[in-house]
């Protein structure tokens, strides 16, 4: 039997909205499995949905740079916030978008080019030595249309181009650049916003698919639903699905009534553009998702510091 502890129990409250009883015995009878958790809370009707988790472990920046019809975004970490204000790192992190928009997006690639007269990896050290805390290059991503426009959009900012979220969306069209650009902005917006999970239905991992289709299932299963009209219900169930976590189908948060899809939105748009508009793709980057980082007691690293047990 897992040991349940009160940060568990925190977390999967945060994460779904249940009670903290309830969230106790999800992770109970679930052995601590944090997703099977949020999955028996969600069957018991106790979770309308696994809410994505807020929580962001690691520091640093996301840089956006774009160069006529291409856009790369980059995530660089570093230990503490206080780092992110700094202008030595603050041009590191664009000076490795550069690079990156030259050399392509694998880090070994971007690490071994050259900037200047040393390496990317030569940079990183000697701002590491200058600045005093540990630093790294940890993804990369680019978009690119023949023609068309890249959308940008960074949340948090604290200079042009680098902030806490980063998002380019590639919108390929033989319409008006500017117009295209100004859609391109709001889309990103949007994705800031909304955090899709994919650009459309097709697009959605198969094993998420799977999942919530489970979840449906045995959800209705419980409630006593005959097993003939759980397949329908379930197939119903995963339009809404769609609806609220694909990009094309989501409702465009520009969209007063809530009523107006993105697709939608895109559609109406073409006039103004003066041309079709197609969404090829878009890359959204939180600063340190899927990171964890230790948590630490404030207080006793300041009583240890001054020789108190």
């Known amino acids: ?11 999967l409250r945060e994460s779904t ?6 969230c106790k015995s999800a992770l109970t009878e679930t052995n601590g499995e ?21 929580r962001v472990a690691a520091e640093g920046l996301i840089g956006i740079q774009i160069a006529g019809t291409k856009g790369v975004v980059v995530e660089v970490n570093s230990e503490t916030d206080f780092v992110a204000r700094n202008d030595l790192f603050q041009g590191l992190v664009k000076m490795i978008a550069d690079v990156a928009l030259s050399v392509g997006t694998e880090v070994d690639k971007i690490n071994a080019a050259k900037a200047g007269s040393i390496t990317v990896a030569e940079s990183i050290s000697d701002t590491i030595a200058k600045i005093g805390e540990n630093m790294t290059l940890r993804r990369a991503a680019s978009l690119e249309v023949s023609k068309g426009a890249i959308g940008a ?4 900012a604290v200079t042009d181009g680098l902030g806490k979220i980063g998002v380019i969306v590639a919108l390929e069209s033989t319409g008006k650049t ?25 697009g959605v991992d198969p094993e998420i698919v799977k999942r919530e289709k489970d979840v449906l299932a045995d959800k209705f299963r419980q409630q006593g639903k005959p097993e003939a009209m759980i397949e329908k219900i379930v197939e119903n169930g995963l339009k809404t699905f769609y ?3 694909t990009f094309l189908e989501q409702p465009f948060i520009f969209d007063d009534s809530g009523k107006k899809s993105v697709a939608q939105a895109v559609k109406e748009a073409e006039g103004k553009v003066g041309g079709p508009i197609k969404i090829v793709g878009y890359v959204r980057y939180g600063l340190g998702e899927g990171i964890e980082k230790a948590e630490s007691d404030f207080a006793a690293e300041v009583a240890a510091a001054a020789g108190q047990s």
């Open 34 to 54: 944090m997703a099977a958790a949020q999955d028996w809370l969600r069957k018991k009707g106790l979770s309308k949905a696994a809410k994505k988790s807020g």
């Open 178 to 202: 500017d117009e295209l650009l100004a859609l391109g902005r709001q889309l990103a917006m949007h994705v800031a916003s909304a955090n899709p999970i994919a650009l459309d239905a097709a």
């Open 17 to 22: 909205g249940a009670g903290m009883m309830d």
């Open 153 to 156: 959009y960074v949340h948090n």
């Open 1 to 11: 039997m897992a040991n349940i502890t009160a940060q568990m129990v925190k977390e």
């Open 243 to 245: 609806k609220e976590q």
